[in-house]
């Protein structure tokens, strides 16, 4: 059973136009969340953070919104960028999950020039 | 320069036989994991150790072994058992839980069955 799920296995943006990634989760126990980007043949690296206090956490292009009644967040990249193209994965952790992060299956971003 | 480092980048592995990956960090932190990626499955928890001499199972153990002898090491034996071997693994560590939700991963081995 997932406990962190990203339904768009794929995006794909025209460079200059906002990317916006979705997430969903079902643990009311998670209270902190983390998007990771990760190249092929790569290890993922840490991107943006939020914790369940706020809604909003903000670095650079990069926005993370957090709506903790629907269990949702989302990142927005704005201007998305070719070099954006990777896959992104949502992470959430807290006692529910003993503080481990628990990954969702990842989004590819696609960023056309 | 403080990093992960996972060796080998690739490793190849026959029929009954048992493979170990490397995995060394430089950045003193007390926690480290293995995880696993399949293509569309994200990365699934192996194992994980939050002090030396200790670790704990994750979601899909079975058919692997870890030890934590060193703060700096956390190596991860595929065995025989482990039908179905075939992925991307990634070592990460982290600061000592709870605090520690930020992780970091080393490049990753990609293992096959040959």
Known sequence: DQQVKQNSPSLSVQEGRISILNCDYTNSMFDYFLWYKKYPAEGPTFLISISSIKDKNEDGRFTVFLNKSAKHLSLHIVPSQPGDSAVYFCAASGSGGSYIPTFGRGTSLIVHP | ?114
């Open chain 2, 1 to 114: 320069d403080g990093g992960i480092t996972q060796s080998p980048k690739y490793l190849f592995r026959k029929e009954g036989q048992n493979v170990t990956l490397s995995c060394e960090q430089n950045l003193n932190h007390d926690a480290m994991y293995w995880y696993r990626q399949d293509p569309g499955q994200g990365l699934r928890l192996i194992y994980y150790s939050q002090i030396v001499n200790d670790f704990q199972k994750g979601d899909i153990a079975e058919g692997y072994s870890v030890s934590r002898e060193k703060k700096e090491s956390f190596p991860l034996t595929v065995t025989s058992a482990q039908k179905n071997p075939t992925a991307f693994y990634l070592c990460a560590s982290g600061p000592p839980l709870p605090e520690g939700e930020k992780l970091f991963f080393g490049s990753g081995t990609q293992l096959s069955v040959l």
